[in-house]
């Protein structure tokens, strides 16, 4: 079971440059997620998809866009690349409810120059 | 606000050694649930346990227990007889349940490093 599946594994962007990472799962979840963490500061929320269709900011959504593209896909876009949005982002999936344990991608290392 | 403390950056034990990590949490709700992510050096997060805020009972699986006290809005994890594969950063976490998803607040982590 691939459970959920984040690409690139590893990119490294220039200031202003674009990107999308990619999810997706395959356990038929209706919720979706996208986290950063940094050192020292735990996973912090970016966006969220409770279902298909619809998405809300986390706590930090400046500078990120979302795109709930079907059941299986989330996908996360910075539209222009900052030094401060060098991160691990992970992607996260559950089944709809608050008492939900996430399941989490391994991770996009991302780091802007 | 919902808030989740854990205020061991790091903690280092010889290998056999009992270990607790403490979680210290804040909300208003009346109903939560906590639970508790284990971060191997591999990077990848993987849910432990989950608990609610009706249920005190105390949970044991294997070598891992953990204490959910109301009173103190604790929920501590203790690793009995540490092993170095225990090795990790582990985060105790609270749900909003007022969110239609399973929206987590994290704490800032623990790094557990088990010496042989």
């Known amino acids: 079971n691939a459970g959920v599946t984040q690409t690139p594994k590893f990119q490294v962007l220039k200031t202003g440059q674009s990107m999308t990472l990619q999810c997706a799962q395959d356990?038929?979840?209706?919720?979706m997620y996208w986290y950063r963490q940094d050192p020292g500061m735990g996973l912090r929320l970016i966006y969220y998809s409770a279902s298909e269709g619809t998405t809300d900011k986390g706590e930090v959504p400046n500078g990120y866009n979302v795109s709930r593209l079907n059941k299986r896909e989330f996908s996360l876009r910075l539209e222009s690349a900052a030094p401060s949005q060098t991160s691990v982002y992970f992607c996260a999936s559950s089944e709809r409810g608050a008492n939900q344990p996430q399941h989490f991608g391994d991770g996009t290392r991302l780091s802007i120059l | 606000a919902q808030k989740v403390t854990q205020a061991q950056t790091e903690i280092s034990v010889v290998e056999k050694e009992d270990v607790t990590l403490d979680c210290v949490y804040e909300?208003?709700?009346?109903?939560?649930?906590l639970f508790w992510y284990k971060q191997p050096p591999s990077g990848e997060l993987v849910f432990l346990i989950r608990r609610n805020s009706f249920d005190e009972q105390n949970e044991i699986s294997g070598r891992y227990s953990w204490n959910f006290q109301k009173s103190t809005s604790s929920f501590n994890f203790t690793i009995t007889a540490s092993q170095v594969v225990d090795s990790a950063v582990y985060f105790c976490?609270?749900?909003?349940?007022?969110?239609?998803?399973?929206?987590?607040?994290f704490g800032s982590g623990t790094r557990l490093s088990i010496r042989p």
């Open positions: 909300t208003r709700d009346t109903t939560y649930y």
């Open positions: 356990m038929n979840h209706n919720s």
């Open positions: 976490a609270l749900s909003d349940v007022y969110s239609s998803a399973s929206k987590i607040i």
